[in-house]
């Protein structure tokens, strides 16, 4: 299983570890600042207070034992390149980091960032998603070749049970989720059955929720 280093604990740090966690990963949240962690600590595996500019804090942290690390500090451009530069230098293999501008962007990616993300703008992507298929709610890349999406049930699948549907076969998706309402089942079984106006929360490779996008 894949573990989650995510440096950086604001608004939308917290949602990417937040997210992380639920979906079963293991998920290490840093952040200097004491009240931001006493809030996350049982949002995550670990949380730890910490200035992640200091090297030897970091490494102390074991960051080189994760497998990606996320560095949502965009505002503090200065500490966002330093901390970049640290977890790429003592062996992280995948690192995502948040940009403020696309100057920034070429800094974080010239320095070793694989991927540079753009909060605003990648919301942007998710409204494009929606206006192409009414039926997508929301999008969400997860890595470079996987996303979660929220899909309003086809009328196709109304009545059927996800063994009847077997989405993974047809569509090379997983159900993650069933929203009915106010209702959300976050462990959905073969048994559960597709009512009208369910929201699916999905993941998959993007080529194939792109062709579920097209059918939806």
Not at 61 to 67: Q, T
Not at 128 to 134: G, Q
Not at 192 to 214: C, F, S
């Amino acid at each position: 299983m894949k573990q989650f280093a995510v440096i950086g604990c604001g608004r939308f740090g917290s949602s990417v570890a937040r997210t992380l966690y639920g979906l079963g990963y293991d998920v290490l949240a840093i952040d200097e600042d004491e009240d931001v962690i006493q809030n996350i600590s049982d949002s995550v595996t670990h949380a730890v207070q910490a200035d992640a500019t200091d090297e030897a804090s970091i490494k102390s942290l074991g960051i080189r034992n994760f497998d990606v690390a996320v560095i949502t500090i965009g505002s503090d451009i200065q500490s966002s390149i330093l901390i970049t530069l640290i977890v790429k230098e003592l062996g992280v293999k995948y690192v995502v980091a948040k940009a403020q501008n696309e100057l920034h962007a070429k800094v974080l990616y010239k320095i070793g960032a694989d991927r540079v993300v753009f909060p605003e703008r990648d919301m942007g992507v998710r409204v494009a998603h929606n206006l192409v298929s009414s039926n997508i709610l929301d999008y969400i890349e997860l890595a470079p070749d996987y996303s979660i999406v929220e899909i309003l049930a086809l009328k196709d699948w109304e009545g059927k049970s996800l063994s009847e549907l077997n989405m993974r076969a047809r569509y090379g998706i997983n159900v993650m989720a069933i929203k009915h309402g106010a209702e959300i089942n976050i462990s959905p079984n073969a048994l559960d059955t597709i009512r009208k106006d369910d929201v699916l929360v999905v993941i998959g490779h993007n080529d194939d929720v792109q062709k579920l996008e097209k059918k939806a």
